[in-house]
């Protein structure tokens, strides 16, 4: 038997008595029917939820991290929930702000902040700016030299720890192009020029080892290499950022935000770390709560070799895939429960061989061409990491909720598409 497992469908997943699924109340093939496909279903309870886990975990001051999923809907949402939120662009920074999110809420990131950047964020006034490096500490200064302002700032410490993820999301060893290294010295001489400086306000130290990382261990082991440091510095604040994975497939298991708060906070107490201690979970809250709905429009049975089953989205709603190799279930939204007996290849409709979103899927028999088909755990990293190649809109995305859906970010036209093209 391959029958989805139920842990990866959203909490507020039902399956009515035909078979067919609902989330948040709504029948999920209404939902495509009214709104279109490709299109992403929030279950918003479920966001909720874990926005509330993260501040029961860590206090107030842990931050939802938007670059796993952002729209002003979502933004509101985690502000309304308790959390602050880690912006790491311009504009990032713009839509939380466009969602009347407080600017002291907001934690600025980034290892190359512009000038641009850097000046909106202090003029209007974000709680916290995470220095990546010397060049950003100049740039502070002469923004300083020229309007007097001085924003709280944490500096960002490469603890020299190889969390073991995707290379590419690996951020806490020392070839990293983020952050202070502990080990060569940076981070003290960073600590040293911010005391020094008049332009900026040293509250705390940052720490960020990767994302997609599935052993609450690699926290432990970063609090370790890092808390000597702490002590020395006699800072109030330490952010231990974000990055705690979550299961994608059969088989796969994730420490819950609970568990990861319980692991850092013991290992802080171990450690002698009396600064305040927070987060930045984006995933954990995020990726979960989602579920991509698809429409099938090709079925191709390539004889000896195998099925290729081509939707209507592909790797610009989801790059995840293509980028990391990374692995999906897929199911009928018409037939939850079904024996996923057949495996086909999942691909989208774009001009390239590498536009799989799952390799080998599991399919229920019959599937058929105009079928729904859907990948759970699509919450995070997918729409926002996304694009328009072959000029295709990007996906619709709603919220469903105790029987209502509300649509939150349209799909995008052929207007959308023309509306920066000025030729
Ligand atoms: C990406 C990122 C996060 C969030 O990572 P997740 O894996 O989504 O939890 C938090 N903090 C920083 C600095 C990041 O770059």
Not at 31 to 47: N, S
Not at 137 to 152: F, I, M
Not at 170 to 199: H, I, N, P, Y
Not at 239 to 268: F, Q
């Amino acid at each position: 038997m391959s029958v989805l497992p139920r842990h990866l469908l959203p909490d507020s997943a039902e399956v009515a008595p035909d078979g067919s699924l609902r989330i948040g109340g709504c029948d999920v093939a209404a939902l495509a029917e009214e709104y279109g496909t490709p299109l992403f279903v929030y279950d918003e309870d479920q966001l909720r939820d874990r926005c509330r886990e993260a501040v029961a975990a860590f206090g107030d001051g842990v931050a939802y991290a938007t670059k796993a999923f952002l729209c002003r809907a979502m933004a509101r949402l985690a502000h309304e929930e308790g959390m602050h939120l880690d912006v790491a662009s311009g504009g990032e920074l713009a839509i939380a702000l466009a969602a009347g999110v407080p600017a002291d809420r907001l934690v600025l990131h980034g290892n190359n902040k512009s000038d641009d950047e850097l000046l909106r964020a202090r003029e209007v006034g974000v709680g916290r700016i995470v220095v990546d490096s010397f060049d950003e500490l100049d740039r502070l200064d002469r923004l300083h030299a020229a309007d007097g302002r001085v924003p709280k700032v944490l500096l960002r410490i490469t603890p020299g720890v190889e969390a073991h993820t995707h290379e590419f999301v690996m951020t806490g060893q020392d070839d990293s192009k983020f952050g202070f290294g502990l080990k060569v010295g940076d981070a003290a001489r960073a600590v040293e020029r911010c005391r020094a400086s008049a332009s900026v306000e040293l509250v705390g130290l940052h720490a960020h080892i990767g994302s997609q990382v599935f052993v609450a261990g690699f926290y432990e082991q970063a609090i370790e290499a890092l808390a000597p440091f702490v002590a020395e510095s006699g800072l109030a604040e330490l952010s231990i950022g974000g990055g705690i994975g979550v299961a994608y497939v059969e088989g796969e298991e994730a420490p819950s935000i609970t568990e990861w708060g319980a692991v850092v906070r013991d290992a802080c107490a171990a450690a002698g770390i009396t600064a305040r201690v927070s987060a930045e979970p984006g995933r954990a809250i995020a990726a979960a709560a989602a579920i991509t709905v698809y429409r099938v429009g090709t079925v191709k049975e390539v004889p000896g070799i195998r099925t290729f089953v081509a939707c209507d989205g592909g790797f610009i709603d989801n790059p995840r895939p293509a980028l990391y190799g990374s692995g999906y279930e897929t199911f009928l939204p018409r037939s939850v429960d079904a024996d996923r007996t057949e495996t086909v290849r999942l691909v989208g409709k774009h001009c390239e061989s590498g536009d799989v979103l799952v390799a080998e899927a599991r399919v229920p028999p019959g599937l058929r061409v105009g079928d729904l088909i859907a990948t759970p755990v699509t919450g995070a990293y997918g729409r926002t990491m996304g694009s328009n190649y072959n000029s295709l809109g990007r996906p619709a995305v709603v919220f469903a909720s105790g029987g209502d859906a509300r649509l939150v970010i349209r799909r995008e036209t052929d207007e959308d598409l023309l509306a920066t093209d000025v030729g």
